[in-house]
């Protein structure tokens, strides 16, 4: 198993920038594809962004593209998700996955796929 740690959330303005962090531990955590969603009160989890094991194809969601970018340090264990240019809409729990990478060619979007989870880490963005 591995276990993430979510940090580096808080309370922004619109237009800012913040960078969440995923520490992992437990396992080899290259071996795992990472992904980050989020939840706003009352709407499902879903995804923001997701990166294979090898850093080597990413993902993001139509409404952060051209504004997050998701990376990681495997040599870390870490995973990161850059935010710039914050909204309103931001405004969420943020959560960070990973799955054991058996052979996939694509990434995932969906929550049910990925095997660990953290506790999540709340943004909220004022206007």
């Known amino acids: 198993q591995v276990q993430l740690v979510e940090s580096g959330g808080g309370l922004v303005q619109a237009g800012v920038s913040l960078r969440l962090s995923c520490a992992a531990s437990?396992?080899?955590?290259?071996?795992?594809?990472m992904a980050w969603f989020r939840q706003a009160p009352g709407q499902e989890r879903d995804v923001v962004a997701a990166?294979?094991?090898?850093?080597?194809?990413?993902y993001y969601a139509d409404s952060v593209k051209g504004r997050f970018t998701i990376s990681r340090d495997n040599a870390k264990n870490t995973g990161y998700l850059q935010m710039n240019s914050l909204k309103p809409e931001d405004t969420a729990v943020y959560y960070c996955?990973?799955?054991?990478?058996?052979?996939?060619?694509?990434?995932?979007?969906?929550?049910?796929?990925?095997?660990?989870w953290g506790q999540g880490t709340q943004v909220t963005v004022s206007s």
């Open positions: 996955a990973a799955r054991l990478w058996v052979g996939y060619t694509k990434i995932s979007r969906e929550a049910h796929e990925y095997d660990y």
């Open positions: 437990g396992r080899t955590f290259s071996r795992y594809d």
């Open positions: 990166i294979m094991w090898s850093g080597g194809s990413t």
